[in-house]
């Protein structure tokens, strides 16, 4: 008998402490304040945000269907949003299957309830599983939404999800439409707040998208830390073409027009888009679905590249052009700043926060829609089609001679840095699976590098704070060493040499102390990647670990943990009220023993990642930012300390 059999045929150990009533069922909206990661992706600043983008997606909705022409968004004091509309109004009367709940109720209290299922009362929407609302109602602290339908008013509130009382008759009134307005609950997001450039961001994304509305944003004055506008019409007829235009600047392109149109509805669905080829912009494709942003693309992404190339080849076919065929998708996105919308029925995405578009008629779509329109484009200006083709040609032949010819090897890498000892190689050849640690000081090196899987992971310390490249002139840069030793080992080169697909691992981790040097010195690498390698970001290769600042240990119980407040927490829930608790602060990874900063920091699987995102809707905000922070003018930062002074605290050190 095998010892498989074995394991089947063995006498059953009797079950403990799991029966039947062991077995929740959560009802109602519980579910969704229990797991929000779930619903809305997590409890961070994004998650927040999507709570503004649910709502007012479905204002946008009733806008692109033809029932609303202005839309107001408003944040106030204490985190306090609204949003209206004059659209049609959600319904209020009684529904058919719950007759004791309004329509109102219940698309607000019950998961999968909503008007844009079948099709009849949108043709196309944002939302398709009737969960936005009702999950920004479950998160929220508090919900009041107001209706108005044929001249007749009704409000009604929420609190945590569950409705207060019933529907209230407000009488009459002479307009129409729903005004949504909510507070986060710090139950569930914490200290997280609403940021005012963000929420200004994406309305104006929204105005971009559709040109038949208007968007009047407002937010109380002293919530602004920046640039953005307390109060702002945002209307743009010109549609895409005034969005790649206040995104591209007047950097120099290719070719002196832009590549822009659209197609309306044709029962199949609408597809907008607006680009240019800009070598010095930082090469960037925003897409969009029903006006609900997809980062991660999908397949209306895959048809725009696969349009643009077979339309370039065919060109450099007929102009007999025997250098064609080099050119891939790649090339001719390489240096492209584009911008791409679609309006689809029922469109697939993975996942609720509907970041990729995976239905394959966009794809169709897409593709047929400006393959058509970008062979015009360019049979209009054949000279401009030529040097459009000859500049993706010349990108083509750079991709290959760098294929051919890498600008670093891992064993040339080791060696051309000189430094025996201090780049601690993996012994994986291939990128894929493969992470450096970057380190402050050999004392944290030799920590990491015992502590390290040898196979997968790199180690490479950096002797203390490396050069601020935010307020350094560029000769400094170049003489830099530490900065030089640390672009060498990456193999990835850096500026407008940067190579996405030469970088020698795939996962490049910053892993400093825990406490107030070890954050200047990220902050410094945070800025170093920014500005020299934003690419490294935006593909998602840059990570923060996060290190345990606190053991604790009493008898066989040891557990670390990241923070004060976190070491708080643990000593109330893990820890009985009077047990004596030893309580150790670690100074610096170096101290910890090799086997210690494995296990919380560097293992997979019982470490913590973050990985840097700067999502489209921030990009401004951040390079605003990293200037008044990093840059070259100190009055910058002071400004910014008085500001923020009210928001600092003490803390042990």
């Known amino acids: 008998m095998s010892k498989s059999q074995d394991l089947f045929d063995a006498a059953p150990t009797p079950s403990k402490g799991y029966t039947a009533k062991d077995i929740e069922v959560l009802e109602g909206l519980e579910p969704v304040r229990r797991r929000p990661g779930m619903y809305i992706g997590g409890t961070d600043v994004a998650a927040l945000h999507h709570l503004a983008a649910e709502i007012l997606d479905n204002s946008m909705d009733e806008a692109v269907a033809g029932h609303a022409s202005r839309i107001e968004i408003e944040l106030a004091q204490d985190d306090i949003l609204t949003v209206r509309d004059n659209g049609r109004g959600m319904p209020v009367d009684a529904h058919p299957k719950f007759k004791n709940k309004s329509a109102l109720e219940v698309i607000m209290t019950t998961l999968h309830a909503g008007g844009k299922f079948g099709g009849k009362v949108y043709e196309t929407s944002g939302g398709l599983h009737g969960v936005g609302a009702s999950v920004v109602n479950a998160l929220s602290e508090w919900m009041e939404v107001e209706v108005a339908r044929d001249k007749h008013g009704h409000k009604m509130r929420f609190e945590r999800g569950k409705a207060i009382g019933k529907l209230k008759d407000m009488g009459a009134v002479n307009r129409r439409g729903t005004i949504s307005r909510f507070r986060p609950d710090r139950q569930i997001f914490g200290e997280v707040e609403f940021s005012p450039a963000r929420l200004y961001r994406m309305a104006k994304s929204k105005a971009y998208l559709f040109r038949g509305v208007e968007i009047r944003w407002k937010c109380d004055p002293a919530l602004i830390k920046d640039e953005t506008p307390a109060e702002e019409v945002l209307h743009f007829p010109g549609g895409l073409a005034d969005f790649l235009s206040g995104e591209a600047g007047k950097k120099p392109t290719v070719t002196q027009r832009a590549f822009y149109g659209r197609s309306d509805s044709n029962g199949k669905g609408a597809v907008e888009w607006a680009m240019t080829w800009a070598p010095e912009v930082d090469p960037f494709l925003y897409s969009y679905c029903n006006t609900i ?361």
């Open 293 to 653: 942003p997809t980062p991660q693309g999908g397949t209306h992404e895959q048809g725009l590249r696969n349009a643009l190339t077979r339309a370039l080849r065919a060109h450099g076919e007929r102009t007999n052009n025997r250098k064609t065929s080099l050119v891939t998708p790649d090339d001719l996105m390489a240096s492209a700043c584009a911008i791409l919308s679609v309006f689809i029925r029922e469109p697939e995405f993975q996942g609720q926060t509907k970041d990729k578009l995976s239905s394959p008629d966009a794809q169709r779509l897409v593709e047929n829609v400006v393959r058509d329109h970008f062979d015009h484009w360019l049979a209009e200006s054949p000279q401009e089609a030529d040097k459009l083709l000859d500049f993706v040609i010349d990108q083509a032949e750079d991709r290959l001679k760098r294929k051919q010819e890498k600008e670093v090897s891992r064993k040339a890498a080791t060696r051309k840095l000189r430094l025996p000892g201090k780049l601690a190689d993996c012994t994986r050849d291939a990128a894929e699976g493969t992470e450096i640690f970057l380190v402050e000081g050999d004392s944290a090196g030799g920590s990491a590098k015992q502590a390290r899987d040898r196979n997968t992971q790199a180690v490479l310390p950096l002797r203390g704070k490396i050069l601020n490249v935010a307020s350094a002139a560029a000769g400094k840069l170049a003489q830099n060493q530490e900065l030089s030793d640390l672009v060498q080992a990456l193999g990835c080169g850096s500026g407008a040499k940067y190579r996405d697909e030469d970088l020698r691992y795939e996962r490049v981790i910053i892993m400093t102390d825990a406490d107030v040097d070890g954050a200047h010195i990220a902050s410094l690498l945070l800025t170093f990647f920014y500005r020299e390698m934003p690419r490294l970001i935006s593909h998602g290769h840059l990570y923060l670990a996060m290190p345990p600042l606190y053991r604790l240990s009493h008898g066989a119980t040891t557990i670390y943990a990241r923070d004060d407040k976190h070491r708080e927490q643990l000593l109330k829930s893990t820890f009985k009220a009077n047990a004596k608790v030893d309580v150790s602060r670690f100074k610096g990874l170096g101290e910890m023993m090799p086997a210690q900063l494995k296990d919380t920091t560097m293992k997979a699987g019982s470490r913590t990642l973050v990985r840097v995102e700067i999502a489209d809707d921030m990009r401004k905000q951040t390079e605003n930012l990293v200037e008044r922070l990093m840059g070259k003018k100190p009055e910058l930062r002071f400004a910014f300390i008085q500001e923020n002074a009210q928001f600092a605290k003490d803390v042990d050190v």
